[in-house]
């Protein structure tokens, strides 16, 4: 019996490997949201991103010559564009006060480097150098000066992972500007596109998507992209509409993190909710 | 210890820092080649199946702690790989093997297999075609992987593959 299995294992021994770690492979992949898992995870990323911040230190030098002089072309019309926002702002703050609105325009940046990038087809992730230590959470949005990037999905003390648009497990609820129709976007492996968006609805190329703030996750207008175009769907009731991302994702380089998670009041009410169902546990 | 155990493992990590930060500079259409893999490739070639499927698998597992991504998707794509890369692993024919246009051929085959491995698990809930899947997402970066493969192996010295 021994000598069988002997000679099976020497006949076979790459299939038998390749069997096992393909079945391992399966199982580590349903094990992903343990928490085990994303803590050895933050261990392991947080040890490769100290290393990969310097070198993307030295390659960020290299560039900042040119990205100088686009920065300050940027700057002159940005200038203009404030001078513009401000007027409207004084105009906007006047009219809140007359309708008793307060005012949510602030928000904190936290300012960070992409220290490194993963590019896959399915899986686009960037590591920031900044991490809990500043005050970096999952769920906090992150942009550039183009528009939202993507979403933290795990920090370790200094370094954080972001989730980008073009990653398939970020699902965003986002708004046409024009139209102010809502809709869920996410990234199908090729395009970013809003789905299940009926046929009826008003929505053409050209129009600016942002975030909606029916979102939990980024309830701030954040500019996204801009429609490309709808599929051709000959049958259902339903469009998906193709959007192009504002944001350069091989060329982002400087991010901000903005300071916030989700709306604690909203969260609250929603508990609220939870708790009712549940009075048993409340009254122990 | 012999250095074919741990010498890919040590390489692997600076291959995966230029991976992740120069790499992304010379991105075509956000398409890349993927250097891990050649890595990979290579070692599978010169010390056989059950060896590349085993780095295969440790590369997977390492790239995946570190980049962020689903863990277990490269794990599982870079395994097969590694199998795959293994068959073209023979004594006898290493001088054929590894010249530039074999080298990126079996490059080419192997990271088709990666991405289109990788995307399936990775595009569980994916409506795309299996044209956009091969295509798009295995041909391409595959074969941008292909040439910096035969770049590899045209300016690898000859006498150490000998």
């Not at chain 1, 940046?109 to 399915?122: D, G």
């Not at chain 1, 959007?243 to 994702?249: A, L, M, S, T, W």
Request: a positive charge; aromatic letters at 10%.
């Amino acid at each position: 019996m021994i000598r069988f299995f002997i000679h099976f294992w020497e006949e076979y021994k790459e299939y038998i490997v390749l069997v096992i770690f393909v079945i391992i492979s399966l199982v580590t992949i349903s094990l992903n949201k343990q928490p085990s898992v994303k803590k050895a995870r933050s261990i392991a990323f947080s040890g490769f991103a100290a290393i990969s911040s310097v070198v993307a230190d030295v390659i960020n030098i290299t560039g900042v010559k040119s990205e100088n002089a686009k920065l300050r072309k940027m700057n002159a019309e940005l200038m203009l564009e404030v001078s513009k926002l401000r007027h409207y702002g004084i105009e906007n703050a006047e009219l809140k006060s007359l309708l008793g609105l307060k005012d949510t325009t602030k928000y904190p940046l936290i300012p960070a480097t992409v220290v490194s990038k993963s590019l896959s087809i399915a899986q686009g992730t960037f590591t920031l150098n900044v991490g809990s230590l500043d005050n970096v959470k999952p769920g906090m949005p992150v942009i550039n000066e183009q528009g939202l990037v993507g979403i933290v999905n795990s920090t370790s003390e200094d370094f954080s992972v972001v989730r980008t648009l073009k990653n398939l497990d970020l699902k965003l609820t986002v708004k046409d500007e024009r139209s102010r129709i809502d809709g869920v976007m996410k990234w199908n492996g090729s395009d970013l596109v809003i789905i299940n968006v009926p046929k009826t609805y008003d929505v053409e190329p050209g129009d600016r998507i942002i975030t909606s703030d029916l979102s939990s996750i980024v309830a701030i207008p954040l500019p996204v992209g801009i429609v490309i175009g709808l599929s051709k769907v000959e049958t259902g009731i339903f469009n998906e509409v193709k959007i192009k991302p504002f944001v350069d994702f091989v060329r982002t380089e400087h991010v901000f993190v903005v300071g916030i998670v989700e709306n604690k009041e909203l969260e609250g009410i929603q508990l609220n909710f939870y708790n009712r169902n549940k009075p048993e546990k409340k009254n122990k | 210890m012999s250095s074919k155990y741990y010498l890919p493992i040590i390489l692997f990590f600076p291959v995966l820092l230029i991976q992740g930060t120069v790499i992304p500079l010379i991105a075509v259409n956000g398409i890349i080649p993927d250097l891990i893999l050649i890595l990979l490739v290579f070692y599978s070639m010169n010390y056989g199946q059950l060896y590349g499927t085993v780095l295969g698998f440790i590369f997977g597992f390492l790239f995946d702690l570190i980049t962020g991504s689903l863990l277990g998707s490269s794990m599982l794509s870079k395994t097969i790989a590694g199998f795959i890369a293994g068959y073209f692993s023979n004594e006898n024919k290493r001088d054929i093997y590894f010249k530039a246009y074999s080298f990126s051929l079996i490059v080419l085959l192997c990271s088709t297999i990666d991405s289109v491995v990788n995307s399936f698990f990775t595009t569980a809930e994916l409506n795309t075609n299996l044209f956009n899947l091969i295509f798009l997402q295995g041909m391409l970066p595959a074969v941008y992987s292909a040439v910096i493969g035969a770049f590899v192996i045209l300016f690898y010295p000859k006498r150490s593959l000998s």
